[in-house]
Structures are given as structure tokens and as C-alpha cells.
């Protein structure tokens, strides 16, 4: 289906095909849902690390998950040790962290947190090697 105008400041006739001006808006509106998700989905705080030779991690996941209860702008926690990978895949690394927040302004104000700085000094004490990774969510399947 056509459409078709007269333009009275360019003084011509315009053609708009409907098929084609129906892709824009649905494109407009997939771009703006995706905007929305990242300026107002979840941010995630990912750590990857290795600690040192002769730390004690259990106190190190205590203090971490005390840290987290304590703040509540960590929407939620989750840790894991590599059980299954190959040692020239993991790269030395042994451990994974994700922090989940509402939004980038929560993860900003968790970051400069008294109780954050007091024991990043701890935690980065007793690292050997680390992998940071801060980014928006993008959902792709929601969690059943």
C-alpha cells in the first residue's frame, strides 16, 4: 500500500510505502526498548580471581557476603570456584563473583560505600590475580 502527499513547502508529491514506514517505527521502538534496558535494567559487577598461595578464602567469602547483606544496593550475590575447567582456559583464575544492582547509579553508590572501600583493601590483599568486568544486562532469556 501507497501513501501519497503534497508537500506545499517543497511543492511536490510524496510517496511512502506503508510496509517500509511500519520496519522504522518497530525499529524505533526495538532501539528504544533496548536503550531502556540499559539505562534502566540491571548492572552487573563481575570479579574473576586468583588468590594468593595461603589465604584463607573462606574468611575472604565471609567478609564478602557480610559486605553484601550490609549494603543494600547489591540487588544480589552469587560466587563460584571453577570445578571443570581446563587449567590453560581458566587461566589461573579460581573464583567468579556477580553482584547485581537496579540500575549503574546503584553500582556507582556501592563502589565509594564505607563498608565497600574498608574491605576492597582486604580482598586486594589477598589477590593474586583479578579480572573486572562492570556492564548493563541485556536480557536475553528471563530466569523460570
Same mark, same amino acid.
Given at each position: 500500500?501507497?501513501?501519497?502527499? %503534497? ?7 510524496? &510517496? ?15 532501539? %528504544? ?11 552487573? =559487577? ?5 588468590? /594468593? ?8 567469602? /565471609? ?14 550475590? &552469587? ?33 565509594? =560505600?564505607?563498608? =565497600? ?26 530466569? /523460570?
Amino acid at each position: 500500500m501507497r501513501l501519497a502527499w %503534497h508537500d506545499s513547502d517543497q511543492m511536490g508529491t510524496v &510517496e511512502v510505502d506503508m510496509q517500509i514506514m511500519c520496519v522504522y517505527i518497530v525499529m524505533g521502538f526495538v532501539a %528504544h526498548l533496548l536503550h531502556r534496558a540499559v539505562i534502566m535494567g540491571d548492572f552487573k =559487577h563481575l570479579v574473576i580471581a586468583k588468590f /594468593k598461595e595461603g589465604v584463607v578464602v573462606d574468611e575472604i567469602l /565471609k567478609g564478602m557476603e557480610k559486605l553484601v547483606s550490609e549494603v543494600d544496593a547489591v540487588k544480589s550475590f &552469587e560466587w563460584g570456584q571453577d570445578l571443570e575447567s581446563q587449567e590453560m582456559l581458566r587461566q589461573g583464575f579460581t573464583h567468579a563473583f556477580l553482584m547485581t544492582f537496579g540500575n549503574q547509579g546503584d553500582f556507582t553508590a556501592f563502589m565509594s =560505600h564505607p563498608n =565497600h572501600v574498608e574491605f576492597s583493601t582486604t580482598f586486594s590483599a589477598a589477590i593474586e590475580k583479578i579480572l573486572l568486568l562492570d556492564f548493563p544486562a541485556v536480557p536475553v532469556k528471563a530466569p /523460570k
